[in-house]
């Protein structure tokens, strides 16, 4: 059976902590000035905007270089008001001059994001928060989306000289920006599902059985080139966790 | 084997050579593989990483399980003295290689060159265990 390629708008290629943070012109986002403002806020401040618009990507990058910096960091993503406990332990836990970064603050209710914040600050310690909203904190960052973001983000993900233009095209990227509503993660979900079905309608991988086993042929040369050898500069998110 | 490919000159390119034709394996199989690294441009490398790993891939969050792994900081292992690498592995009963729409399982020969400048690259080479017919294509795009 052949090893077909990869598909770039999945998880791995596009999860926080694998793109580059752009703004909504599509350009990089500098690290060091949102730190150095994030300083002046007196380091609690939360990433604002809606979903899908990279207050996780963004996020995930400022912790890395909180941690380049030397400073002690936690990071903490919730998923319901029920992840309040290991938060509530972090802050408990954090020293003066640590910082602790949570994904999605909104998750939790008004009480307690205002206890946490003023346990924070008794600990001395920083406060990183992605949310949909202020919601009380300074504002680092507003997040916004847009379809020139879009495209860089897709002009940035591995192999884009082989598949653009052949398996996904600029329409297609248009297309899922307005579907999506300028919702970035469903618009890349959107092209994750065009993508496969295009490049496994090419490779003729429709469950009939298994794929021929050349791989340099017809559609197919393309795409098995960009996984066949894949390789990119390194990432501390790349490492492998042992 | 992998395909050369165009890259700017102080990039490294890393050649491997699966003893199966067509990379396919079967469960308890012993991996072995070998390795050339190219590129480096003299440049000193701190230490050399090869290692054997699945992945899932896909729409949800990403799993991942190392299978073997080996680092090797000898200088005198690796290069700019040593640009060749080899090793094998009993490779295990599970999971499978497989082809899905929403997600598949991938195995994976990893090489990551850690140099002395602190920047590092990783090379990864894909191969299938075990024999799961790819999933069905949806019969339309939407």
Known sequence: MAVPGSNPFSTRFTQPGRITPLDAAGRPLDAGVLLARLRILGGTAAVVGPHGSGKSTLLSRLAHEIECGGERLQRLRLRSWRDAAPSWSAILRAGPGSVVCIDSWECMGIAARSLMRTAAIGRRCGLLVTSHKAAGMPVLVQCDTSLALLRSIVASLPGHDHWYGTLIHAADVESAYVRQRGNLRESLYELYDRFEFRARRGLGACGSGPADDDGSVGERRGIHEFADGFSYPGAPEHNLRL | ?142
């Open chain 2, 1 to 142: 084997m992998s395909e050369p490919q165009d890259r700017p000159a102080t990039t490294p390119r890393i050649e491997l050579h699966f003893d199966q034709p067509h990379r396919q394996h079967q469960p308890r199989d012993v991996l072995a593989v070998r390795y050339r690294i190219e590129g480096c441009d003299g440049e000193a490398v701190r230490a050399l990483e090869h290692s054997v790993l699945w992945y899932t891939e896909g729409k949800g969050e990403e799993d991942l399980g190392v299978h073997f792994f080996q680092r090797i900081t000898d200088r005198t292992a690796m290069p700019p003295a040593v640009t060749t690498g080899a090793f094998t592995t009993p490779l295990p009963q599970s999971p499978l290689s497989y082809e899905g729409f929403i997600v598949k399982v991938r195995w994976c020969v990893r090489v990551r060159i850690f140099f002395a400048s602190g920047r590092d690259f990783v090379s990864e080479h894909v191969f299938a265990l075990g024999r799961i017919p790819p999933a069905r294509n949806p019969t339309t795009e939407n």
